[in-house]
């Protein structure tokens, strides 16, 4: 059964960096596009960013461009999203997503299969 467990959440003040982790066992994903989401309460689920199974295509939401990278370790079934300059509007629930089989990037939630538990970030001012 396919798990996805991320980590790295925690509070920070505004300004400040966080690098969140998501380790997948039970089922490989290395051919698949993998995400991070996030979502606070009350509000639908927002695609932060993807990136393809070799990681030559990604994407960004706009209030993360040249803030947060993603990245993934396919050898160590390893993904990674790097925030910096972390605002207060961050402040969520992130959660680490894979899609059910190889295709082209999605950027809607439905459109992926596996889900981690959630990581809480808060981003304080």
């Known amino acids: 059964q396919a798990q996805l467990v991320e980590s790295g959440g925690g509070s920070v003040q505004a300004g400040g960096s966080l690098r969140l982790s998501c380790v997948t066992s039970g089922c490989t994903f290395s051919l698949n596009t993998m995400a991070w989401f996030r979502q606070t309460s009350g509000e639908e689920r927002e695609l932060v960013a993807a990136v393809t199974w070799s990681g030559g295509t990604t994407y960004y939401a706009d209030s993360v461009k040249g803030r947060f990278t993603i990245s993934r370790d396919n050898a160590n079934n390893a993904l990674y999203l790097q925030m910096n300059r972390l605002k207060v509007e961050d402040t969520a629930v992130y959660y680490c997503?894979?899609?059910?089989?190889?295709?082209?990037?999605?950027?809607?939630?439905?459109?992926?299969?596996?889900w981690g538990q959630g990581t809480q970030v808060t981003v304080s001012s």
């Open positions: 997503a894979a899609q059910g089989s190889p295709s082209v990037l999605a950027t809607v939630a439905n459109l992926y299969n596996y």
